[in-house]
């Protein structure tokens, strides 16, 4: 059967087909989808992880029993999980282990911009690139079996646009693939260093193997054409090179790490003028150019996306271009949802005046104006240790206290361990779980404090004021997130106090509990004096009209928080009501 596929859900079909037993993932765009369509295949186990490096040690578990197991992330979730990654090349796989790693050229939801590719050559693990959804899938199948053939583990690297856009797919049967059992061989997978030094010498003798496989392996594929223009790519690139150039000469390497140097160097004979055309860092260029081939590298754009436009745009310089018709979409820059559970809270810091080191979800966007209540987003985790640092920087003596805000998600993901370091460092910055109930950033995934598994079966909820009393915190308090007055008492008097606190807010992200949902509200015009501090709150359901000097509510849009209730100095804010009968 021939269907649609996103190349996210062909991963996850790719998976089904390989006869894969266990996945294990963080949730983190654009690899998202890969894990959660797992859903629909009950003879995966498929689960969420805390992060990245507990999810590559778990497929790492399954392979070890002889299983087929699999890990998907973001591209920065490899960094999360490179301490692993790094040694399972040394140890190898005994079922077959592959890695996906989804990068984001453009960052059109990332933190970096960063190239996977480095890790293949840095881990000294193949790396497959595909160019569909139909690739997606078939070579997953044949990561699988590379990667037992090899006992190593190997990496899929995927981009945004082929994760997220379709492209047909033919469903095949299910492999009957040989199951092996647990492997104990402590000499293989002990990795000391009299066992390591052994390993280190077979890995480098296994990378010669794979390049030599590489060679005349049939994923690498020539297409002759044009004997006077040809180009060498790899991934969605390949598609943009085909609709520029449809005529010319293409050498699609489907595996960018090991490089098959003769099949290239014998392509480099056959056609006149060849390019590497590639997506961020000159990777396959660097490669090529040291192994001595003469190729031909266009200036391009080493930062965003590429696109066949850009492609166009370097080539055919002095010809007709297409018109880039994202230029002229209004610009919509992102923001917290009408009655999102963060914003009171941010509002009540805004209103403070606190230093916050932030962390990643949904709640970043409390950087932005009217709030301006983040001050710092490095990573996930990082809020609380750097506040942490500044705390111990500044003798606990800065004058506006360090505040680290972290999501629920974020918090278990690594931020806990930051919580850990602050109580055992006699820390006494101020930290605040957001905790909405969910992974709301990412599209709504449970995570360990929701009580749901991946699979939609209760578990074990995970409660944080337990844990942080068992971590050793002292002052642990609660708050509704919406009740900005108790906010800021609660603000004010944690922030003034001589040790760590913990503060955690208390309401679910209304697109994960319905029920926080309630009847939108309205401005009363008579009452409304023009003064903007409604505006104050950032809320996307509210406008000024600057002709009347009012302030209105878009009821399609309002979800009555009632947040600008409470700030609104002259109760002209009150629940909606029609005056029809
Ligand atoms: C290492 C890493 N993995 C994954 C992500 C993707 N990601 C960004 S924020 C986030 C979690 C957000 O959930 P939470 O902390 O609960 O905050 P919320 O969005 O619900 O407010 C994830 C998974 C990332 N940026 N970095």
Not at 82 to 97: F, H, I, K, Q, W
Not at 130 to 157: G, H, N, T, W, Y
Not at 525 to 550: M, Q, R, V, Y
Not at 556 to 576: D, Q, R
């Amino acid at each position: 059967m021939i269907t649609l596929l996103s190349g996210n859900e062909a991963f996850a079909r790719g998976a089904y087909e390989a006869n894969v037993k266990v996945v294990s993932s963080y949730p983190g765009t654009p690899s998202t989808e890969i894990t959660e369509n797992l859903r629909n295949y009950p003879l995966i186990y498929a689960e969420w992880a805390v992060n990245e490096k507990v999810a590559l040690e778990v497929a790492a578990g399954a392979s070890l029993a002889g299983k087929r197991a699999m890990t998907c992330m973001k591209h920065v979730g490899l960094n999360v999980a490179a301490d692993p990654l790094m040694t399972l090349s040394y140890t190898g796989v005994n079922g077959g282990l592959v890695i996906i790693v989804c990068d984001d050229p453009g960052m059109h939801s990332s933190q970096n911009e960063q190239d996977s590719r480095h890790y293949a050559m840095f881990s000294k693990l193949p790396m497959l690139e595909p160019s569909d959804s139909m690739e997606a899938k078939e070579f997953l199948i044949q990561a699988f079996e590379i990667s037992e053939k090899f006992e190593c583990p190997v990496l899929i690297r995927s981009t945004t646009r082929l994760s997220h856009s379709k492209s047909k797919v033919e469903l095949k049967e299910q492999k009957i693939t040989k199951e092996g059992n647990i492997e104990i061989n402590p000499d293989k997978w002990v990795m000391v260093p009299a066992n390591a030094k052994k390993k280190h010498i077979i890995v480098e003798e296994r990378l010669k193997q794979l390049q030599i496989f590489f060679e005349t392996a049939e994923i690498n594929k020539t297409e002759l054409n044009s004997k006077n223009l040809g180009f060498i790519c790899s991934g969605i690139i390949y598609q943009y090179v085909k609709e520029v150039f449809p005529d010319a000469s293409i050498f699609k390497l489907a595996a960018v790490y090991p490089l098959p140097i003769k099949r290239i160097n014998e392509f480099l004979t056959k056609v006149k003028d060849v390019y590497i055309i590639e997506e961020l860092d000159p990777f396959l260029e660097r490669e090529l150019r040291a192994e001595g081939l003469t190729v031909r590298t266009p200036k391009r754009p080493i930062c965003g996306e590429m696109s066949p436009d850009i492609i166009k745009n370097i080539f055919l310089k002095n010809k007709k271009t297409t018109k880039n018709i994202y230029n002229d979409l209004p610009a919509r820059p992102p923001n917290l949802c009408a009655g999102c559970a963060h914003r009171g809270i941010f509002y009540a810091i805004s209103k403070l005046k606190l230093f916050v080191t932030g962390d990643i979800g949904c709640y970043t966007l409390g950087y932005l104006s009217p709030l301006n209540a983040i001050h710092s987003c490095i990573c996930m985790g990082a809020s609380i240790s750097m506040a942490h640092g500044i705390d111990k920087a500044t003798d606990g003596n800065y004058s506006k206290k360090a505040v680290a805000v972290i999501g629920d998600s974020t918090f278990l993901h690594t931020g806990i361990n930051g919580l850990i370091n602050a109580v055992y460092n006699k820390g006494c910055s101020t930290v605040i779980i957001l905790d909405n109930r969910t992974t709301a950033m990412t599209g709504h995934q449970d995570n360990p404090a929701t009580g749901i598994t991946l699979k939609g079966e209760s578990t074990y909820k995970l409660n944080f004021i337990e844990l942080a009393k068992a971590l050793g915190l002292k002052n642990i308090t609660t708050v509704d997130p919406t009740d900005v007055e108790k906010c800021i008492t609660i603000l004010k008097e944690e922030t003034n106090k001589d040790e760590l606190s913990l503060i955690i807010t208390t309401k679910a992200c209304l697109y994960a509990d319905k029920s926080v949902i309630s009847n939108p509200h309205s401005i009363e015009w008579d009452k409304c004096t023009g003064c903007k501090l409604c505006l104050k709150l950032g809320c996307p359901a509210i406008s000024f009209n600057i002709e009347e000097n009012k302030a209105s509510i878009d009821i399609t849009l309002c979800t009555g928080c009632t947040l600008c209730v409470k700030v609104c100095k002259f109760s002209a804010i009150s629940e909606y009501t029609t005056n029809d009968d």
